[in-house]
C-alpha cells in the first residue's frame, strides 16, 4: 500500500511537469492547427510515459525484477521526459511572474529560453545514456607513504569497482576494461563491490569477461551492498542465502580471492603486503575489520578493500596503521557539474568522500567512480574508472 502511495505521489509530480511543459508549448505555438497536432502528440508522449512507469515500477516490481536492464532503462526513459520540463517549468513560472510585473517582452524571452534550456538537458540526457555511461577513463594515481617497505616502492595497484552487471546488455564494455588493464600490467587487481544489483543470474553471460582481468600478484575481490540480496523480496531467507553464495562462487570461479573479512598476505621480496578485505559497511552492514585483522602482524603494511567509503572515518582513521584504503560504492553521483573549477555531484550532499583521494594525517582512501549505473542508466561528465595506483616511498 505505502508503495501504491509512493506511486501515486510521483504520478502527480509527473503531470504537474507535463501541465508545465504544455503551457510553454502552448505559448510558443500559436497557430491552431499546429497546436493541436502537436499538443495531441505531446500527451501521447506523456500517457506512453506514465504507462511505462507504472508497469516497470509499479506495486513491487522494483524489488522482484530480475531485469535490471529492462527496469534501468524504463527510468532512463522517464528522465528524458522529466528532467527537460522540470526545466521549462522553472522558466514558465518565472515568465508568469515577469506577466504580473507587466514585463511581457521578458516572460516571452524567459519562455524561449528555457525551451532552449530544456533541449539542452535532453541532449545532455541523451549522451549520458548511450556515450558517457560506456566510456570509461583511466585515473593515475601516486600516493607516497611514509610506511612503505623498500620491496613494495613502485607497486601498481589496478583498482574497479560496481559492475552492476545488469545493467549492461552484453560483456563488451568489461572486456575493453580488461584489456586496458592487462595492458598496463599491474602487479594487484582488486575489485571494490557490487558485482550485481541484487540477482545471481545477473553474473551469467559474464562469467568468460570476468576471468580476462590478470595480475601477476593476484586478483581480489570484495562484497558491496548490493551482492546480499537485501534490495530484494524473496520467497524464503533460504532462496536469499542461497542466491548470496552462487554470486560468491561465481566471483572465485573468475579467479578473483574473495575476502570476507579477511586478510591475505602477498610476500613481496623480503617482505609482504597484507590485502584486508572486510564485507559492507553501513546500513546492512556485514563488516567486521577486528576480526580481518586478527592474523596480520603488528605493524605490517596493509592496504584496505572497504565497498563504503564511509567505513574509512568511522573505523580506520586514528583506529589503525592501515596506509590506504580503497572503496567505491558512490559511482560519484553518476552527474557532475564544473563550477568555477569546482566539480559539483549530488552525491556530495549525503557523502563526504565521494570520488578521488583523500588523506587524513599519513592515512589514504581512494574512492573508485566504478562501472555501472543504479537507477539512471546514464553517466554525465561522471565516467566509468578505472584506476592505477601507484605506491612510492618518501624519499630519505
Not at 534501468?72 to 517549468?89: E, G, H, Q, T
Not at 558485482?195 to 582481468?213: D, I, P, Q, R, S
Not at 580503497?326 to 569546482?342: D, F, K, R, V
Not at 554525465?380 to 605506491?391: G, H, N, V
Amino acid at each position: 500500500m505505502r508503495i501504491i502511495s509512493e506511486m501515486g505521489i510521483f504520478t502527480g509530480i509527473f503531470l504537474l511537469l507535463e501541465a508545465g511543459g504544455f503551457i510553454c508549448f502552448l505559448q510558443l505555438c500559436r497557430l491552431r492547427r499546429r497546436r493541436l497536432i502537436f499538443g495531441t502528440l505531446y500527451w501521447a508522449v506523456a500517457i506512453f510515459v506514465i504507462g511505462l512507469l507504472w508497469l516497470t515500477l509499479g506495486g513491487d516490481r522494483i524489488r522482484t525484477t530480475v531485469d535490471f536492464h529492462r527496469v534501468y532503462l524504463a527510468i532512463a526513459v522517464l528522465m528524458l521526459d522529466m528532467a527537460p520540463k522540470f526545466m521549462i517549468c522553472l522558466f514558465v513560472l518565472a515568465a508568469l511572474l515577469l506577466r504580473l510585473l507587466r514585463q511581457r517582452n521578458a516572460a516571452a524571452l524567459f519562455l524561449h529560453g528555457g525551451f532552449i534550456i530544456a533541449a539542452g538537458t535532453l541532449l545532455v540526457g541523451i549522451y549520458g545514456i548511450f556515450i558517457g555511461r560506456k566510456t570509461a577513463t583511466r585515473e593515475h594515481v601516486t600516493i607516497t607513504l611514509p610506511t612503505l617497505p623498500d620491496s613494495l616502492n613502485g607497486l601498481t595497484i589496478a583498482q574497479i569497482s560496481d559492475f552492476h552487471l545488469g545493467g549492461f546488455y552484453n560483456d563488451g564494455f568489461i572486456r575493453r576494461c580488461a584489456d586496458i588493464i592487462n595492458q598496463y600490467n599491474p602487479d594487484i587487481v582488486v575489485f571494490t563491490g557490487d558485482m550485481v544489483n541484487n540477482y545471481f543470474n545477473e553474473l551469467k553471460g559474464f562469467e568468460e569477461a570476468l576471468t580476462l582481468f590478470d595480475a601477476p600478484l593476484g586478483k581480489y575481490a570484495i562484497s558491496g551492498n548490493h551482492d546480499y540480496g537485501d534490495y530484494s523480496l524473496w520467497p524464503s531467507a533460504a532462496n536469499k542465502r542461497q542466491n548470496r553464495e552462487e554470486i560468491n562462487v561465481a566471483i572465485r570461479q573468475a579467479g578473483f580471492r574473495l575476502l570476507l573479512n579477511e586478510t591475505h598476505r602477498i610476500a613481496i621480496g623480503d617482505t609482504a603486503l597484507w590485502l584486508l578485505g572486510v564485507e559492507n559497511w553501513g546500513h546492512h552492514s556485514y563488516s567486521n575489520l577486528r576480526r580481518a585483522m586478527a592474523d596480520m602482524p603488528e605493524g605490517a603494511f596493509a592496504v584496505l578493500l572497504t565497498h563504503n567509503p564511509a567505513h574509512w572515518p568511522h573505523e580506520v582513521i586514528g583506529k589503525t596503521n592501515i596506509a590506504l584504503s580503497l572503496a567505491g560504492h558512490t559511482h560519484g553521483g553518476q552527474s557532475s557539474l564544473m563550477l568555477a573549477g569546482i566539480r559539483f555531484s549530488p552525491i556530495r550532499l549525503i557523502e563526504r568522500h565521494w570520488a578521488g583521494l583523500y588523506r587524513s594525517g599519513n592515512q589514504y582512501l581512494y574512492v573508485n567512480r566504478g562501472f555501472g549505473c543504479v537507477g539512471l542508466l546514464a553517466r554525465i561528465d561522471m565516467p566509468p574508472e578505472i584506476t592505477f595506483i601507484t605506491l612510492k616511498k618518501y624519499p630519505k
